[in-house]
């Protein structure tokens, strides 16, 4: 009877735990995905509520087998061009090509850059950002999906779980939730954005690859920050903004200059101390200082989590850049 007893219980606990490891549910899946897709919105262009939205739809929040086998959360197929790793399903077609990524984050950079770099999506690149209609209809004209009823399967996602709130936070603007309309906030110490004539979506030619930068004032990692093109003097900055030269220049991390050689992110207010991510991908041509402005995280700290020196000194691509404390001991692994 012991026995018994003590078998009915050890099942009993076999089935609390069962109960307990619940798979990710869309609003999790939404809230562990949301900061890259910001991150790479702000690289790329891509809105943030429609790379969501595909996510959720393609790889059924995380859920799908490629998403669980081969880490790919947007269905891309292998294509020519595509070295590296493969797996085969059925899909439109018997046995077709997938693509297989090292990680998540890898899946989302490469569906940003697969419809960047492809001539048929470009014509979505010159759409308003937070058209969502326009961009999930110009999806489907594009080819990316066979289903005919794609960008209402995409719109009917962001409606109901309010994605666009993400193009916003990518924009450094805010959001209203009734009306889903998106409201230019004015400039620090209730200025409005600066006078400077030369502020501009542009990306700086010391950020390789990195795409679409908001006019005015944006936040990046929870800091107000705007581009400056080259040859912006900081004594005007100070006047726009009632901040002092010296305090641009401690904020930015900057030497002591009078005006900007090259472009550059000017951070009107203190940087934080970690990242809104654990780690970010390097890519070419970066160097500490670039991820430091790109990522609004002070030098210290990230030359810190990543056991670097030099904040001059150039970054492999595609190395792992630690953005928060803890993962110290990674470093020197080697792991992308």
């Not at 219980?9 to 609003?27: I, K, R, Y």
């Not at 859920?63 to 070295?83: D, Y």
């Not at 999930?136 to 994605?163: N, W």
């Not at 900057?254 to 000017?266: S, V």
């Amino acid at each position: 009877m012991c026995k018994k007893a003590w078998l009915i219980g050890c099942l009993l606990w076999l089935g609390g735990l069962q109960v307990t490891a619940q798979p990710l549910t869309t609003e999790s899946y939404i809230q562990q995905y949301k900061e890259l897709a910001i991150a790479e919105m702000r690289r790329t262009g891509v809105p943030a509520a429609i790379k969501l939205a595909q996510a959720i739809l393609e790889s059924q929040s995380g859920k799908s087998t490629l998403a669980l086998t081969a880490n790919n959360h947007f269905g891309i197929k292998c294509k020519t061009e595509w070295t590296g790793g493969k797996t085969y399903k059925d899909d439109d077609e018997k046995g077709e090509c997938f693509r297989v990524y090292a990680s998540a984050e890898q899946s989302f950079i490469d569906h940003s850059d697969f419809l960047k770099n492809r001539p048929y999506y470009a014509s979505l690149f010159t759409l308003d950002p937070m058209d969502m209609e326009a961009w999930a209809y110009g999806l489907k004209k594009a080819g990316y999906a066979t289903s005919s009823t794609y960008p209402q399967s995409l719109l009917k996602v962001i409606k109901d779980y309010q994605l666009e709130k993400y193009n916003a936070e990518a924009l450094g603007k805010n959001y209203s939730p009734n009306s889903g309309s998106v409201i230019q906030p004015a400039g620090i110490a209730s200025k409005e954005v600066p006078a400077i004539d030369k502020l501009y979506d542009a990306p700086p030619p010391s950020y390789s690859n990195h795409g679409y930068f908001p006019k005015g004032i944006f936040t990046i990692n929870r800091s107000k920050v705007f581009y400056a093109p080259a040859g912006t003097v900081l004594q005007d900055i100070s006047v726009q903004f009632d901040i002092l030269p010296e305090d641009i220049i401690a904020f930015n991390e900057l030497p002591a200059i009078d005006k900007l050689n090259n472009p550059y992110l000017i951070f009107l207010e203190k940087k934080s101390k970690k990242g809104n991510k654990p780690f970010r991908i390097a890519q070419s041509g970066e160097n500490w200082k670039d991820i430091s402005q790109l990522e609004g995280i002070r030098i210290e700290q990230l030359l810190q989590y990543n056991q670097a020196n030099s904040p001059e000194l150039p970054i492999p691509a595609g190395q792992k850049i630690w953005l928060q404390p803890g993962n110290q001991h990674n470093v020197s692994s080697g792991t992308h």
